[in-house]
């Protein structure tokens, strides 16, 4: 049996504009701003530039789950579609990370994906 894969940072606004193919590991984050606990689905928020993105991940791994709405949440998942063109993440993680500084852990992801083109590219 094979390991699922460790899953690459992917911003909420890559994930909903269906830039990642369905069945890929991703890490992303993003505020928590509704739980449905019947579907066992949360929705993921973030702002980008001007605009606001949303992503649904499926909490059915991780339940028992206590939502914590407008905090920050790190989701470790694979891409999944949903009906018509819509995009969700099968949450393996989903972990409250109150107090973090999105803007910097958005600017290291920025500088890790720098560091990673460079390394290759060297090779």
Request: proline share 3%; with cysteine; charged share 25%.
């Given at each position: 049996?094979?390991?699922?894969?460790?899953?690459?940072?992917?911003?909420?606004?890559?994930?909903?504009?269906?830039?990642?193919?369905?069945?890929?590991?991703?890490?992303?984050?993003?505020?928590?701003?509704?739980?449905?606990?019947?579907?066992?689905?949360?929705?993921?928020?973030?702002?980008?530039?001007?605009?606001?993105?949303q992503v649904i991940v499926?909490?059915?791994?991780?339940?028992?789950?206590?939502?914590?709405?407008?905090?920050?949440?790190?989701?470790?998942?694979?891409?999944?579609?949903?009906?018509?063109?819509?995009?969700?993440?099968?949450?393996?993680?989903?972990?409250?990370?109150?107090?973090?500084?999105?803007?910097?852990?958005?600017?290291?992801?920025?500088?890790?994906?720098?560091?990673?083109?460079?390394?290759?590219?060297?090779?």
């Amino acid at each position: 049996m094979n390991l699922p894969e460790a899953g690459q940072y992917k911003f909420l606004w890559e994930i909903s504009l269906g830039e990642i193919q369905e069945g890929k590991s991703v890490r992303t984050f993003g505020r928590l701003i509704s739980y449905d606990a019947e579907q066992s689905e949360v929705i993921l928020a973030t702002q980008h530039d001007s605009s606001q993105y949303q992503v649904i991940v499926s909490t059915t791994f991780v339940e028992p789950f206590q939502p914590h709405f407008g905090t920050p949440y790190i989701t470790l998942g694979e891409i999944q579609k949903k009906e018509g063109d819509q995009v969700q993440i099968k949450a393996r993680i989903l972990t409250c990370v109150d107090g973090i500084n999105v803007s910097l852990l958005e600017h290291a992801i920025k500088e890790q994906r720098r560091y990673f083109q460079e390394r290759e590219g060297r090779q």
